[in-house]
């Protein structure tokens, strides 16, 4: 017991700093991923619902592609394809190659992921939104994004939080796939603390407790956000059945 | 004594009285299906136009194709003197144009539509402070006396889930009145309701005709339509098949189908 103390304590020679940092390092990655994934999703939602027949087919690729195709591949396809992307416009206008930051790889390719997720849950959620709300605010002349902002949005909320709250989970542990472009992320760090030390089962265990933390807030978190969505509406537990 | 201030009077309501909105020769099709065959109709300022007629003759799509819900086919709308642009193929072409007419227009649905993720007050000053640039205490302000001209001040902090049907069609009434429309429409504003909550919109209805309010009005309630209007619209498989002031379409209909219509009702 002691000797597990030793190894996770926060300061070295102890490993628990490092775990933390990875910690921080995936959640700072699911976030800008999460809230990417949702600028994406709010657009291709919108694009599917009520762009041309071009932008529609556009996105049909790509919520099917980026759904058909397992996620790890994905992820090395567009971080290699991204980077490379990068590397030769930059060499193009004479800057030569360039130190891509990790994190803002991790959000750009697991923003991508998550975009087409978004993108269906979204569209979903607009599509339950009663038609005399939309009504009601171009009767009285809304602009279209002074809707979406005003209207739209808030009516959709609680239809959409449930399926964004699993997509945040899948977002946290999403990344750990990038521990495959050696990403310092939890799993990652995990992995290093636990071949240098041999103490596999310590430093996973240790890594899984701290996953489920993060699962057990989000959860909370969720639920409240949910309840002040579906503000205005009576709560499903005074429905008689 | 009399008879010359009776024709003052007269002289004094000319035919010229400002328009507030005109409809010029209205089809709106459905795919294939013709729903409106040429309707023209005129509100001038002050006047109640009541449009009745039976299930599916087009009443709801009328009334929508003003505020450019529906898109016209064909025809001109023309609303306080100011003519919709359209393009030839009846959309609108003016997406700013719409918008503004719009926000004059107040409109009350069949199933009040209130914004349910908003409070009665939140509701109200909606549209005064986003579209129209009110300064939020004045439009609060101002909510707050329509609140009560309606009989809700008290529920102005509630949602309209937890309201009855006609709480939330006199708070519809409110959020339409808040815009300072320059005219009403108002589609069946009690077919939704349970019928003893139907007079207490019908009240509130009531006493914006009497206070000069230009309103256009899609009812099934035919003594109303008769009490209320200065004149009655008989719409029939997307035609006006007859018109004119509410004691004569009423008392003395000409038109076999209207006849029908009015027994069948009655
Ligand atoms: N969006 C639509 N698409 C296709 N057909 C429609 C649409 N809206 C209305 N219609 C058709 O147009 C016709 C007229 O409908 P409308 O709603 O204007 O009738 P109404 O006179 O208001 O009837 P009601 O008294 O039942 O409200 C109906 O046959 C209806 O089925
Ligand atoms: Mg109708």
Redesign the interface.
Known sequence: MQEVIELLSLSPPGWGGNLLRGLMHSLQIALGAFGFGLVIGLAGACGKLYGGPITRDLLAVYTTVVRAVPELVLILILYYVGSDLINKASEAMGYGRVQISGVAAGIWVLGIVQGAYATEILRGAIKAI?V??I?????????PL?MLR??MI??M?SFAIPGLANLWLIATKDTALLAVVGFNELTQETRQAASSTRAYFTFFLAAGALYLIVTLLSARFFARLEAW?R????SLRTVKV | MTAPIAAQTVADRPATQAEAIRVEDLHKSFGSLEVLKGISLTARKGDVVAIIGGSGSGKSTCLRCINFLETPSSGRIVIDGEAVEMRADGTPANRRQIERIRSRLGMVFQAFNLWTHRTLLENIVEVPVHVLGVPRREARDRAMTLLDRVGLAEKADTYPAFLSGGQQQRAAIARALAIEPSAMLFDEPTSALDPELVGEVLTVIRDLAAEGRTMILVTHEMKFAREVSDHVIYLSEGRIEEEGPPDKVFGAPTSERLKQFLKSVS
């Not at chain 1, 009504?135 to 602009?143: I, K, N």
């Not at chain 1, 503000?231 to 009576?234: A, D, I, L, R, S």
């Open positions: 009663p005399g709300q009504e009601a605010a171009r009767a009285f002349g809304m602009p002074m005003r209207v808030p009516a909320m969505a503000k205005g509406q009576p």
